[in-house]
Structures are given as structure tokens and as C-alpha cells.
């Protein structure tokens, strides 16, 4: 269907168009006697602006035709073809997806992990597979409802759509302010209906986490050890993976692991770095651990200076640990279940973040150095099964 509009556009299928007839006397000039060219918006200001920008343009142009048929020469940088790519009102180039997407990885990419651009890549994928390689100044909010149900029917759940949103407008967020574009975002604040089913991580009981330490430190072998290492420790998998033998602090009265940023594996959170007292069989798997192999990387079959495959642990393990944890339960829900263990001994909440690596909501938390170690010792050692 195609819609009419003044300022020379007409509306097709939602997308404006420009169209203008070449004056009768210029027409054998250029061939042609209408010139038709897609404005690629379906905002109508915008639409306006670049039809305005448009029409100038081609004013210049058939002017200047007009005088040389007076037998005036013209400056030769004068224009003398049609244009059909339609610049913004301003006349700088429009900044796409596509460019948002190298803005992204070039400022906000640098310190983060594979896993980072892997993500950032296919969420921004999502955006042009459903939307192309568009302008960001001439995306509007109907654009960013027709996206959300683009992933509706890819079948992804209300908090996987959330989480794409988030990513591209965060995107688009930084490309607006770096750029100066005079456009605002139109993923912000998009409507989420609730959709598939969310994914709820159960912890680990007790007596589970008793028998799968007991078989893990039994079998003694590098997957069991990073298994029972995260069973008293609640690191994240990938804080894990990544771990070098310098990291663990045997010695001394409160053996420890530290969880920092290394160039081959960076942290979630500035909060994620932390030190963690070793007990239990984390203690025992630590012990050991120090001890087998030359490698300076506690892990070498999912970590390298190139970095770490945490998704190839990941699946190594849950494939282990499958027949042996009840229904809903994975190695992350080692990390849900330190939390309740911590909760069952009544561990102030604050320390729990701290052990966990978790952050303290309120302003008095980024004051001062934190726990001594001693203190988050104390109440690890009361939570050992």
C-alpha cells in the first residue's frame, strides 16, 4: 500500500519515500522525468527533513543545468548527476548498526572477555537479521516493537529478551552520546510481555554436595578437583578456570584464593574481585591441585594465555554431574547453594556478598578495604558439611 504525503514523499509499506518531477525543459538532460529515491525512515520528522535537504539539492543542481544552457560555464566541482543516496539533514553520514557494533567492541570491548564480543555479536545480529543494516537516526520505536517480537519468534524466553535489549541498547547508547547524534534511543523502556518459561537454578542439597566431594576427591583428577574447588568456594566456573598457581595461598593461618582480573580472563563485576578462605574440600582440592602438574595454570585443558573455554568446562562437567544431582541443578548451583549454606548459619548478608563476590547495595559498602580475612574465615568454617 502506498500512502501519499506533501513535501514530495509518499509512504510505502511504512518506509517514506521521496518523489519529484524533473521540470518538462530538463528532462532530456537527465533522462529521466521523475526522480524517486527511498528516504529509509519511517519517522515522519525525519522523513520531512531529509525530503527538505532533498529538494535544495536537486533545486542546485537543475539551476545550475539551466545556466549552462544560457552558454555560462560552471565550476566544475558543480554537480551535474543526480544523487539517489539520501544524506541526513545535517549532511554527515548516518552511523549504522553495523558501525554501533565496531564503536562497541573498539571502547567497550577492550578489557572484556571472549564471551563479551561473542555475545555482543550475536545480539546485534539479532538487530540487523530483523531490522538490516539500518541508520540509528532513522530507527523509531516501532522498529523496536517489531525486534521484540522478532525474538518472540525465535522462541526466546521474557529474560532472554531482556537481556538482547539490554545489549543493543547499550550499543546504541554509546554510538548516540560518541557520535553526538541528535536522535534518542528507541530501545529504551520497550514493553517485555512474559514468555517461556523461566529458568530457576535450584541449589545443591546437603548430603549431595557430602558424596559428590567425597567421590570427586577419590577420583582426583583435574575436572573432579575444579568440581570439588567450587563446592566450598561459590567462585563462578570461568573465576575458576582461570585460576594460576599464584592464586593460591597455602600458607600461612588462613589459606586463601585470590579472584582477580588476568589479561587471558577478566571478572564480572568490579566486585568480583576478592579473597576467598579455602575449607573443606575446596581446602583439599586446593592442596592437591598446587601439587600435580608443571603448567602455571591450575586448569590447562580449559585455560591458556589465549583464555579460557569456561563454556567447554561447563559442559564436561554438568555431563558428569548429571546422574548424580537431583532434577534443575548444575555446577553453578554449587555457587546458589554456598549462599543458603552461609544462610543457615545466619552470616550477616554483607559478608555473603563478600565471600561470594556479590554487590552490597548502598554507598557506605565501596567505603574502606572490606572483611579481614580472618572474619569471612570464621564463618566458612562453619558452613563445611
Not at 548527476?81 to 564503536?103: N, R, Y
Not at 539500518?134 to 531482556?162: C, H, N, P, Y
Not at 548451583?333 to 563478600?354: K, M
Request: charged share 25%; glycine share 8%.
Amino acid at each position: 500500500m502506498v500512502d501519499h504525503g506533501s513535501n514530495y514523499t509518499f509512504k510505502k509499506c511504512g518506509v517514506y519515500y521521496y518523489s519529484r518531477r524533473v521540470p518538462k525543459s530538463l528532462q532530456s538532460h537527465f533522462g529521466r522525468n521523475r526522480v524517486v529515491a527511498c528516504l529509509h525512515t519511517r519517522d515522519k520528522t525525519l522523513a520531512r527533513k531529509s525530503s527538505m535537504a532533498l529538494s535544495l539539492k536537486l533545486e542546485a543542481i537543475w539551476a545550475a543545468v539551466r545556466i549552462e544552457q544560457f552558454g555560462i560555464a560552471i565550476a566544475p566541482t558543480m554537480p551535474r548527476q543526480i544523487e539517489f543516496t539520501v544524506a541526513p539533514p545535517d549532511g554527515k553520514p548516518q552511523k549504522k548498526l553495523s558501525d554501533t557494533q565496531s564503536l562497541y567492541f573498539r571502547l567497550k570491548g577492550v578489557e572484556k572477555g571472549k564471551s563479551f564480543r561473542v555475545s555482543a555479536e550475536r545480539h546485534l545480529g539479532y538487530a540487523m537479521e530483523c531490522l538490516g543494516d539500518v541508520s540509528i537516526e532513522t530507527m523509531s520505536r516501532t522498529d523496536a516493537g517489531r525486534f521484540r517480537d522478532f525474538l518472540i519468534r525465535k522462541g526466546l524466553s521474557s529474560s532472554s529478551i531482556r537481556r538482547v535489549l539490554a545489549s543493543v541498547r547499550a550499543a546504541v547508547n554509546l554510538a548516540i552520546s560518541e557520535e553526538g547524534l541528535r536522535c534518542s534511543n528507541p530501545f529504551a523502556g520497550v514493553f517485555i510481555p512474559t514468555v517461556g518459561e523461566k529458568t530457576v537454578r535450584q541449589p545443591i542439597p546437603t548430603d549431595a554436595i557430602k558424596t559428590i566431594q567425597s567421590e570427586c576427591l577419590s577420583v582426583d583428577d583435574e575436572k573432579r578437583l575444579l568440581i570439588a574447588l567450587l563446592s566450598d568456594t561459590g567462585m563462578r566456573l570461568a573465576e575458576a578456570v582461570g585460576l594460576v598457581r599464584q592464586d593460591l595461598v597455602l600458607e600461612g593461618s588462613v589459606p586463601n584464593v585470590i579472584v582477580r582480573t588476568h589479561p587471558w580472563r577478566s571478572l564480572k563485576t568490579p566486585s568480583s574481585e576478592r579473597t576467598i578462605p579455602l575449607v573443606g574440600a575446596s581446602l583439599q582440592a586446593a592442596h592437591r591441585l598446587s601439587e600435580k602438574g608443571k603448567s602455571r595454570f591450575l586448569f590447562p585443558a580449559y585455560a591458556s594465555a589465549d583464555g579460557v573455554n569456561a563454556n567447554s568446562a561447563s559442559a564436561a562437567l554438568n555431563k558428569w554431574l548429571k546422574p548424580r544431582l537431583p532434577k534443575g541443578c548444575v555446577i553453578h548451583s554449587f555457587r546458589h547453594s554456598l549462599r543458603d549454606r552461609l544462610r543457615a548459619v545466619e552470616c550477616p548478608a554483607d559478608i555473603v556478598d563478600a565471600i561470594g563476590g556479590w554487590t552490597t547495595q548502598g554507598v557506605g559498602h565501596g567505603y574502606g578495604s572490606g572483611y579481614p580475612i580472618d572474619v569471612l574465615h570464621r564463618w566458612m568454617k562453619l558452613i563445611k558439611p
